[in-house]
């Protein structure tokens, strides 16, 4: 019976595989107190002062230098605070992480604290092999009162919270000034609305005899960027029940027809062109949503690029924007409040602070979002004021994003209309949902 429970929570592990980004930990004792007895006398035990027992947490994480050399001091900082806890720490590369992680839970032998999509909460919580957050350490309280909602509400499962959030990002818009200004638009400003976006997109799209040679707005679909356009119209992405809805609700339907239409109609992109980022790094084309993280990305592939970074363009005055994240979680077998201590250090102000001042990944502490220092450079400003406005993504599993990925190229690409397509979507990623929850 072991075996065959080992083997079933491995097939549920298995189905989020391609999902774990992050880094793991492992606790190994529990704190005790000693007493010790006079062998000789034979009288009562006398108690002596506790022997605090060090309590070992192992950490993994997905190997990249700068994240690995930033962990490493905040790893030093955190034993610095909690002598009897010890962090080991071990950086795996990246293509490696996801097979290692997974046998380490299929096999009972996972690390303490590690970082999954926050999509895959609900899945990990199904197959035991997580714990809540000890609420001696962090509150439900202290969790709802201090964290952005939209950064938090995903990682709680029956009212507990099994993880706090890390790589935050919502989705901005980015445009290349040379290119906005050549044609005669804003290149201060950029779009503000959804139809500015397509205006501008047409204008900044250029042909040669029929063959793209300028883009004006990398669009095919990246389901972030579709679910925040279905938010502003009034939509839904899932129902009461938590089951995937879009595919039925009419307004969510408007919606997604504006991306379809843009790229099918209005020709603002070709995947067939140039891939949409790299077009964007060598001013191939003109405009592009994406993540915060891609401040600083593009800073360093594309440093020619004159860039505008602005919100999300909005639909009625609201730039409603979509979260998405990864979370540090607890493993089943870890000590609750060692691990519990060092998710709330991770999940620190100024851990998160200096988070953001290095990687350009969002802080989820509402403090933060006019913190002085992070406020003082104008771009970041913008960045951490689109927290404002935001929402939960509930595509935040790699399963669910392939699914979603290849049914929106289909609506792009082929004939299918987008009440059949959307439909063929939303019947796939419910059957994944319900699989993975078996």
Request: aromatic share 8%; with cysteine.
């Amino acid at each position: 019976m072991k075996a065959k429970r080992i083997l079933s929570l491995a097939v549920c592990i298995v189905v989020a595989a391609s999902i774990f980004t992050g880094c793991t930990g492992k606790s190994n004792a529990n704190d005790t107190s000693a007493t010790t007895t006079n062998q000789t006398t034979g009288t009562e035990p006398v108690a002596t002062q506790p022997v605090e027992e060090k309590v070992t947490l192992t950490y993994w994480q997905h190997s990249s230098q700068a994240r690995d050399n930033m962990m490493k001091t905040i790893a030093y900082e955190f034993m610095q605070a909690n002598s009897n806890i010890n962090v080991k720490m071990e950086f795996i590369p990246y293509d490696d992480y996801s097979t290692k992680l997974i046998s380490s839970l299929a096999t009972n032998a996972a690390p303490d604290v590690f970082q999954v999509q926050s999509g895959t909460i609900a899945k990990l919580v199904k197959a035991d092999t997580i714990q809540p957050l000890n609420e001696t350490v962090m509150s439900i309280d202290s969790i709802k009162n201090d964290f952005i909602p939209a950064t938090v509400d995903a990682l709680q499962v029956g009212g507990k919270y099994y993880g706090m959030p890390t790589d935050t990002q919502t989705i901005l818009l980015y445009w290349n000034k040379g290119l906005v200004s050549a044609a005669g638009l804003d290149a201060e400003k950029g779009p503000q609305t959804w139809d500015d976006m397509l205006s501008w997109a047409k204008k900044l799209t250029k042909f040669e005899k029929d063959k793209m040679v300028q883009s004006g707005w990398g669009e095919k679909g990246y389901s972030p960027e579709v679910q925040a356009i279905i938010y502003q119209y009034g939509g839904k992405i899932v129902d009461e029940s938590g089951n995937y809805a879009f595919a039925d609700d009419a307004k969510s339907i408007e919606a997604t027809k504006f991306f379809v239409d843009a790229y099918k109609i209005d020709k603002v992109y070709d995947t067939k062109f140039i891939a949409n980022w790299a077009g964007f790094r060598v001013g191939k084309v003109a405009m592009m949503l994406g993540h915060p993280a891609m401040l600083g990305n593009l800073k360093q592939t594309a440093p020619t690029v004159d860039l505008g970074v602005g919100l999300i363009p909005a639909k009625d005055g609201n730039p409603t924007t979509v979260v998405t994240s990864w979370a540090y979680v607890i493993s089943k077998k870890a000590d609750s409040e060692a691990a519990t201590k060092l998710v709330q250090f991770l999940s620190s102000t100024e851990v998160e602070k200096r988070w953001t001042q290095q990687t350009g990944e969002l802080p989820a502490r509402k403090a933060l979002l006019t913190d002085a220092d992070l406020v003082a450079d104008p771009k970041l400003a913008i960045i951490l004021s689109s927290l404002n406005d935001s929402k939960v993504g509930y595509i935040q599993d790699a399963a669910l994003y392939d699914i979603f990925k290849k049914g929106y190229e289909e609506l792009i690409l082929t004939d299918v209309s987008i009440e059949e397509g959307l439909k063929k979507i939303q019947a796939s990623m419910n059957e994944e949902v319900a699989k993975a929850l078996k």
